[in-house]
């Protein structure tokens, strides 16, 4: 069972964001924007608790690291969940989000992604 979505600021520079985000989620993020940018500086985003991943996810993720650039800063997503990598894969969404092809990785490589 997936729960609403959360986003903690857990620092200054840093935020995790956990719950649903899907379809009937994502305009509800979009206008928690402010929640994970911060102006001109780079934000450190965990998403590995995120449920609920479709393309309404990607779309989010993209417009927070477009929102982040608009503000003078960027978003460093980390430990993005397979399912998310997978589905930005099939997207051909992967260079947008800043992740690394799964080929590209070394074995164990990391789990970080930046949007920049």
């Known amino acids: 069972m997936s729960t609403a979505l959360a986003i903690e600021r857990t620092r200054p ?15 509800a993020a979009l206008a928690r924007s402010g929640e994970v940018v911060e102006g001109g500086r780079e934000v450190a985003v965990d998403i590995a608790a995120l449920a609920g991943i479709d393309s309404a996810t990607l779309a989010v993720l993209l417009a927070w690291a477009a929102r982040a650039r ?3 800063g960027s978003l460093r997503y980390i430990a993005a969940p397979d399912g998310l990598r997978a589905l930005a894969r099939l997207c ?6 800043g992740l690394t092809p799964a080929a590209a990785l070394p074995r164990g490589g990391p789990d970080t992604i930046a949007a920049s």
């Open 13 to 27: 520079g840093e935020v995790r964001v956990g719950g649903r985000l899907g379809f009937a989620e994502a305009g």
């Open 70 to 72: 608009a503000a003078g």
């Open 92 to 97: 051909d969404s992967e260079g947008l989000l």
